[in-house]
């Protein structure tokens, strides 16, 4: 069965810093894997996918991932941090045994972005 | 085109009362998906509904919820009797193809259920 860890429940950093959101997957299968940010009260927004094509995704405002298959990884970074990068991050595996494509959600990372 | 719909954004209801909630997929989206978020917690699966049929219903709680996804209008996630433990934020989602795994699924504002 398909599971993913967000290795850390909070991480703070300066504005102009790196980003790093940590991430293992556990599959039995190929995976698809995605982040997800959530502003406060609202919706779900995608950010980047991996698909099985190029190992290295870009995603929207700046953010990436590499899928590590050696490592099962796929943590989520960006050069710079913005102020309105604070938000909540989920890690995502789509369930692969069967073709219904539901989501696994991870518990989430917050992300703080001090000034 | 106008992303996913969820309505009520809010709703509050008092125990043993009934809540419905609803969605209105992406334009051109036929699969719908039903996710619940428990405070501090990521959303879990609950069910995965194409028109007229349930796909998968395997995190939904066998009672008092109910989904349906009919030919015309929105899916409806319904709650009956409502107790405290369903407070909780009930995001939908809906993709363009046919539930496969590499489908993206996008993501309605949610609907925040408060059960005093």
């Known amino acids: 069965a398909q599971s993913v860890t967000q290795l850390d429940s909070h991480v703070s950093v300066s504005e102009g810093t790196p980003v790093l959101l940590r991430c293992n997957y556990s599959s039995s299968y190929s995976p698809s894997l995605f982040w997800y940010v959530q502003h406060p009260n609202k919706g779900l927004q995608l950010l980047l996918k991996y698909t099985s094509a190029a190992t290295l995704v870009k995603g929207i405002n700046g953010f990436e991932a590499e899928f590590k298959k050696s490592e099962t990884s796929f943590h989520l970074t960006k050069p710079s941090a913005h102020m309105s990068d604070a938000a909540e991050y989920f890690c995502v595996v789509s369930e692969g045994s069967s073709n219904t494509g539901k989501l696994i959600f991870g518990q989430g990372t917050t992300l703080q972005v001090k000034p | 085109n106008a992303g996913v719909m969820q309505n009520p954004r809010h709703l509050v209801r008092r125990r043993g009362q009934e809540a419905r909630l609803r969605c209105s997929p992406m334009?051109?989206?036929?699969?719908v998906y039903w996710y619940r978020q428990l405070p501090e917690e990521g959303l879990k699966f609950m069910v995965y509904?194409?028109?007229?049929?349930?796909?998968?219903e395997s995190g939904m709680p066998k009672e008092r919820f109910s989904a349906e996804f009919p030919k015309e209008g929105p899916s409806i996630l319904r709650i009956q009797q409502v107790v405290r433990g369903d407070s909780a934020a009930y995001f939908c989602a809906s993709s363009p193809l046919a539930g496969g795994r590499e489908d993206t699924q996008y993501f309605g504002p949610g609907t925040r259920l408060t059960v005093l």
């Open positions: 509904l194409q028109k007229e049929n349930i796909i998968d």
């Open positions: 334009k051109g989206h036929s699969h």
